[in-house]
């Protein structure tokens, strides 16, 4: 079975799910809920409490843990029977484009060597081996998912705007430089944590990130004209400034095409087409098109 798993910092996204990347974990069963698995003795629980931001995820138990959560996930919706027997897997999994050398290695290792792999999820036994795994660049993955339209282009920068992260690279007639890539702490929970702070500091409130995101999207108008305004404000100067860092950096984005991804890009697009300062650019608006270009990436590599 062929699966793909993109391990965001905020989201864990495979074919058909996405969900937060947070668990709690207990030494007994909980008494009640859904998504409940059992591994190595221990219980885990889906949780909307992020991980903290990690760069080096091979060395956070956790994030195998969330990756047995999508896989069974992932079986479940393919209408397959657990207890039949051992699944054989090929996992295709992803990392930033800055990190991708020096650690796709040790995270394609983090998966494959575990042998035979056993737990339980919602009162089923599984049965895994993870036989292969394979990295492949974030950012770079998505854009193969629109790969007709990109390669006439000289210079294409794609962004793809994440929780914790904003990663880029360019491309050059739909092939990657990766040596003009990085990854940036200027993702969306950054946002959220200055909007908390601004509006905590001015009107004494406490917003979610639910709220911020009702706001940004208009898709909520009880709230004060103040708080909105504050939100506003700063969602648009968070836009400006990620433009500002990548131009000190020679990327000047009212030059060549550019592709925006991830679920920042989509809950910031307004902002961003109104930025002005940002030339031609599309969305790639599916949330899961690492996913799917992982497993197009990784179809190329078997060819």
């Known amino acids: 079975m062929l699966l793909s798993i993109d391990h965001g910092n905020r989201q864990m996204k495979s074919s058909h799910f996405v969900f937060t990347s ?3 974990e207990s030494d007994t069963k909980p008494p009640f809920g859904d998504d409940i698995l ?18 080096r995820k091979h060395e956070d138990e956790r994030f195998f843990i ?5 896989i069974a996930k992932e079986i479940e919706a393919a209408g397959m029977n657990p207890a039949a027997g051992l699944i054989r897997l090929t996992l295709c999994c992803g990392l930033p484009p800055a990190h991708f050398g020096a650690q796709y290695k040790a995270f394609e290792t983090f998966f494959k060597n575990r042998g035979l792999i056993r737990f ?16 492949f660049p974030q950012a770079v993955a998505a854009a193969m998912t629109v790969f007709g339209q990109i390669k006439q282009y000289s210079r294409c920068t794609v962004i793809d705007l994440g929780g914790y992260t904003a990663d880029y690279v360019q491309m050059q007639k739909g092939k990657a430089d990766f040596s003009v890539c990085d990854s940036l702490e200027h993702g969306v929970i950054i ?5 908390f702070k601004k509006v905590n500091s001015d009107l004494d409130i406490t917003l979610s990130e ?3 995101d009702a706001i940004i999207l208009n898709h909520d108008n009880d709230f ?19 433009v500002g860092i990548l131009r000190e950096r020679g990327i000047d984005l009212r030059i060549g095409k550019t592709i925006f991804i991830g679920g920042g890009s989509i809950l910031l697009r307004k902002y961003i087409d109104t930025c002005g300062k940002i030339g031609p ?9 690492n996913v799917k270009g992982y497993e197009l990436m990784y179809q190329l590599h078997r060819r």
């Open 66 to 70: 969330l990756t047995l959560f999508a």
């Open 38 to 55: 059992r591994y190595n003795n221990k219980y885990y629980t889906l949780s909307e409490k992020r991980i903290p931001y990690t760069r």
């Open 281 to 289: 650019h599309i969305f790639i608006e599916d949330i899961n098109a």
């Open 120 to 135: 339980i999820y919602n009162n089923k036994t599984y049965s895994i081996q993870i036989e292969n795994s394979m990295c």
């Open 224 to 242: 004060p004209f103040q708080i909105k305004t504050i939100v506003y404000n700063m969602t648009a100067a968070f836009v400006e400034n990620l």
């Open 22 to 24: 947070g668990l709690t």
């Open 210 to 212: 639910t709220d911020i």
């Open 191 to 195: 946002l959220y944590n200055d909007i």
